[in-house]
């Protein structure tokens, strides 16, 4: 037995002894994008456990290998690390590429706390997820009142439309995950069907400098990103749950994220909220209620060269409409502006009857992108949305339950685009684009349709490029173009139709003449051209200066063109225009920003001349069978908007903290001489922060926002003869509501539950004293106070 486990070791010893450990591995680092040479990388040997580095030209040499697989562990700083498998039985020469762009890594590392900046040269501000969580139980309109310049436009509480810079609506282009959002945008009352809960970060860009995105956003572009992707493997998610006094608000949202080192990755979100009616100072809002759900999932395999991602949300909002802001009559109308509070209060209650909106919204995206060696990466998209809109009235008998306004408007989309970024210096961008959309306008409803049925065609192609010129100055500039095809089929009145001069301007719309009504078939055509050019320049290690300008057009939207009817939620019969032409906005901005250790800086000024603004605003009364109601009337005009919004950031020593966010805006009507309707008034909002690490990183705010009054509004009150008093009397529809000031608290701390749990806790009182108040831009101010007093807690477990 001895003899023979001595032969077997003399084999064994004698067999490695014979192993060829002669074999020489040369590589190169060299960078994906331009060939560059990577230096000072470590290249770890995993066989031999040892360590070598890569030289000035990326070279570096493994000697004395043995037959049979050699792993390679690369990294290098800025660099995301790569592993890769060679198999040895000769000499060997490999040449390996690497990925040294930082911009690009923050894209596929969750590492990076960097804010993922959308354009060079244009006014943008980042919101990250910290400051999104607080909004959770809130909408995107909320969120975004944080970026100094943003205001809202409101109808109620629960409709929050985002205003920057005194715009809105069609005006503002939002893109969700990469996908512009087509929700029927064009209605003042119509809030972005966004769910805040599926943003990890939004990008809030003054101006229409993104001309990726589109060359028709004159007031700006939000970009809401979902959360990053983590290449490793890993299960982790967090829960939110809210509650609020005001409205005795409840809401949970949750997501479960798993990926793989090897870049396959799902997320899952759902949320649901529901409130009540809401409540000012001295009573309750009757019919202010809102029920959500919400519910999101991507799934998809992003790496460094190639990924793909698929993608769906859905929302549903059903929103109740302050009751007292259903007015049957002009007289109606008259009477709740003299009485200073709503002619309806009830107990409080969860109900959400009419007027009421419910508007449910899917969206479906599938994208894929590819990179090449020396060229820059590609993406090709695709991505349906359906809208369905539902507006009750309160209606009578059968009708009761009928919706006064049905549309539904799907939208495809199909877009590819390719950056350059080869080279260190330039970086080139240029797409196309091809949408169809299709408009179905229910005439079921019983109602005359306010937006007819139509089919939209849109296609278009840009090309943007930055320029790195010094270390210190990054020149960009970009041109698009548009087009625009809208064929729509609508029933005018006779009368309106003669009333309005379409007999003379647009006699070939008409198709079939009936007994009392035109059956017509406009088709109009809109060319749009865009263009971008900016700079920014690093003063000093402190101090950097951004100008830009931009030129952007904007097609009419198919609610300034068609409108023809009463708009029941908005209580107004809206009447558009076809003879209007597209928008041009020339617009000027400069920024200087100043960053120190305890200091922050933030100046913006902008300068925009808009030739063709389409605006709507009150011109009358009109008698229909329900009564009389005001009548608004879309009108172009050219219009200059100019303002400055200041942020500064002071840290007075390590806990405590103070900031200041101030915006000021005018808006004035050139051809007419006198201002633009629905302009924010100037507003300051001052805070004094507490903040100790030590105490679980313990955060207090105390916030005061200070809204003047606005003094610069056209007037447009008319006077109405008033049949059940049988006076004339002024309506005083455009008189802005006097100054406000109100106080409010933040507070959150965090508590680690085990090493990959943690419990954030955060209380906030808003409008603390209480304080009765009507805000200029609310569409109900006429009806009702604003909100009074809220009390909210939220408990976010992070796991």
Not at 299 to 307: A, D, N, R, T
Not at 490 to 499: D, G, P, Q
Not at 596 to 622: C, M, Q, R, W
């Amino acid at each position: 037995m001895k003899y023979f486990l001595c032969c077997l070791a003399l084999i064994h010893f004698g067999s490695g002894f014979a192993q060829d450990c002669t074999y020489t591995f040369e590589g190169q680092l060299i960078d994906f994008h331009d060939n560059s040479p990577i230096a000072a990388a470590a290249i770890y040997i995993e066989s031999t456990q040892k360590y070598v580095t890569s030289d000035f030209d990326g070279n570096f040499t493994i000697n004395n290998l043995c037959e049979g697989p050699l792993i390679l562990k690369i990294s290098h700083i800025a660099c995301e690390d790569k592993t890769t498998t060679y198999t040895i039985n000769s000499d060997r020469k490999e040449t390996i590429y690497m990925e040294h762009h930082t911009e690009e890594l923050n894209e596929i590392s969750v590492i990076s706390n960097g804010s993922r900046d959308v354009t060079k040269t244009a006014q943008e501000t980042v919101l990250e997820s910290e400051t999104l969580n607080r909004y959770s139980a809130l909408n995107l309109g909320d969120a975004l009142k944080e970026v100094s310049g943003v205001s809202s436009i409101n109808t109620g509480n629960a409709i929050v439309k985002p205003m920057i810079n005194g715009m809105h609506s069609s005006r503002l282009l939002i893109l969700n995950n990469g996908v512009r959002l087509q929700d029927q945008e064009w209605g003042i009352e119509h809030a972005p069907n966004i769910d805040i809960n599926t943003a990890d970060q939004i990008s809030v860009i003054k101006g229409s400098a993104a001309l990726a995105y589109g060359g028709d956003a004159i007031g700006g572009v939000v970009v809401i990103k979902p959360s990053r992707i983590i290449l490793k493997d890993s299960l982790y998610g967090s829960s939110v749950i809210n509650g609020q006094s005001n409205g005795r608000n409840y809401s949970i949202s949750s997501n479960l994220h798993k990926t793989y080192a090897s870049g396959w990755f799902a997320t899952v979100q759902g949320s649901y909220k529901q409130n009540g009616d809401y409540k000012a100072p001295d009573y309750s809002l009757t019919n202010t209620g809102l029920k959500s759900k919400g519910l999101s999932f991507r799934l998809g395999k992003k790496q460094f060269e190639s990924g793909f991602e698929v993608y769906y949300s859905y929302l549903n909002n059903e929103i109740g409409i302050l009751k007292s802001s259903h007015i049957g009559s002009v007289a109606d109308l008259v009477t709740a502006i003299n009485s200073g509070k709503p002619y309806t209060i009830e107990d409080f209650s969860y109900d959400i009857n009419s007027p009421k909106q419910d508007v449910t919204h899917h969206l479906v995206k599938a994208s894929y992108y590819k990179r090449f060696k020396n060229f820059g990466k590609v993406n090709l998209q695709y991505d349906y949305q359906n809208n369905q809109r539902f507006e009750f009235d309160i209606r009578r008998g059968e009708n009761k339950d009928k919706p006064a306004l049905d549309l539904k408007l799907q939208t495809h989309t199909l877009q590819a685009d390719a950056i350059l970024d080869a080279s260190s210096y330039f970086k080139h961008h240029f797409g196309v684009m091809a949408r169809y959309q299709d408009n179905f306008a229910n005439p079921g409803t019983g109602v005359r349709r306010l937006i007819p049925d139509y089919n939209k065609y849109d296609l278009g192609a840009f090309f943007t490029t930055e320029w790195r010129t010094t270390d210190r100055l990054t020149l960009d500039a970009g041109i698009r173009y548009d087009f625009n095809r809208i064929d729509a089929k609508k029933f005018y009145r006779t009368s309106r139709w003669i009333e309005r001069g379409y007999d003379q301007l647009f006699p070939e719309f008409v198709i079939e003449e009936l007994e009392t009504q035109l059956l017509t078939n406009p088709v109009l055509d809109y060319h749009n051209v865009s263009a971008s050019a900016g700079a920014k320049y690093q003063w000093n290690d402190n101090s950097t200066v951004l100008g830009n300008y931009s030129l952007s057009s904007r097609s009419p939207n198919v609610s300034e063109l068609f409108s023809d009817g009463l708009h029941h939620s908005a209580a107004r019969i809206e009447l558009g225009n076809l003879s209007l032409q597209q928008e041009f906005s020339n617009r000027f901005s400069v920024t200087y920003n100043y960053t120190k250790t305890n200091f922050k800086l933030n100046l913006e000024a902008y300068y925009n001349h808009i030739s063709d603004f389409i605006y709507l605003e009150p011109t009358g009364v009109e008698q229909t069978i329900r009564g009389a109601f005001p009548v608004w009337d879309y009108k172009k005009t050219n219009a200059q908007f100019y303002g400055i919004d200041v942020y500064a950031g002071y840290s007075l020593s390590d806990n405590w903290g103070i900031q200041d966010k101030t915006s000021f805006i005018k808006a004035n009507d050139l051809k007419n001489n006198r201002p633009i309707i629905d302009i924010p008034a100037f507003n300051t909002i001052n805070e004094l922060t507490y903040k100790n690490a030590n105490w679980n990183n313990f955060s207090a705010t105390l916030k005061s926002e200070w809204v003047f009054e606005q003094t610069n509004f056209p007037n447009n009150n008319f006077e109405v003869f008033v049949t059940e008093t049988q006076e004339t009397v002024l309506l005083n529809v455009s008189s802005p509501p006097p100054a406000f000031h109100l106080f409010h608290f933040y507070s959150d701390v965090n508590f680690k539950i085990s090493e990959a749990t943690q419990l954030n806790v955060a209380l906030s009182v808003n409008n603390i004293l209480n304080t009765n108040y009507r805000s200029y831009l609310n569409r109900l101010r006429y009806f009702a106070d604003d909100l009074g007093r809220n009390v909210a807690l939220q408990l976010r477990l992070n796991y």
